[in-house]
């Protein structure tokens, strides 16, 4: 089922996926799901974590995490059979969107670029597809929708905005992904189209 991303509560490629060909099937290549993301300032506790993943539990699902300490944010994934999304309570430091989304950190070597970066972004003139552009410490957090935006887009207009400043950047990857984003992303930063959910060789492993 093809969703439309939605948002719930308030308010040259740098991501390292190793691809191999082996054309077999994987448990991992979940068909007939839907998902949920929810990025989190800061840490969130124990009791908030277990309240997440009760969640995903209770629909037959999972909860998938990434902590971020140096970009102060986190981001739960919820992968759930397909249906109606559940109701979840966001609280005021949280917003949920209703689809897998990319979360990416950028800082710049130069940090007088950090304010172009927020505004071309996170202001009206920003590309389809990007939910949020935030601060974080010495970088910037752009949240966007893959399904309506390009991830070489982002990039570029990064990357476009640096060169002003002559600055270089350090890149990381916040968010979990489904496996058919990290097939996408493997494909367009190898230029491989080939690459398929059943040929990347971390989602034939089942963890």
Request: glycine share 8%; proline share 9%; hydrophobic share 45%.
């Amino acid at each position: 089922m093809r969703r439309s991303c939605a948002i719930r509560g308030s308010v040259s490629p740098s991501i390292d996926i190793h691809a191999e060909f082996f054309p077999v099937e994987t448990t991992n290549a979940r068909c007939n799901m839907v998902y949920l993301t929810i990025s989190i300032a800061g840490n969130p506790d124990d009791s908030r974590r277990d309240a997440i993943e009760a969640v995903a539990q209770a629909r037959g699902g999972r909860a998938l995490w990434r902590f971020n300490p140096s970009a102060g944010r986190s981001y739960a994934l919820l992968e759930l059979p397909d249906g109606d999304l559940p109701e979840v309570s966001i609280a005021p430091t949280e917003v949920a969107y209703e689809t897998a989304v990319i979360a990416w950190a950028v800082f710049p070597t130069v940090p007088e670029a950090l304010p172009f970066l927020y505004a071309a972004l996170g202001g009206p003139g920003r590309p389809v597809g990007v939910l949020a552009c935030r601060p974080c410490p010495q970088g910037a957090i752009i949240e966007w929708d893959p399904d309506s935006g390009g991830i070489e887009i982002i990039m570029r207009l990064v990357d476009v905005e640096l060169r002003r400043f002559c600055s270089g950047r350090r890149a990381e990857l916040l968010s979990p992904l489904t496996p058919r984003l990290s097939a996408k992303i493997a494909a367009s930063g190898m230029s491989a189209p080939e690459i398929a959910v059943d040929r990347i060789l971390e989602l034939l492993i089942d963890v």
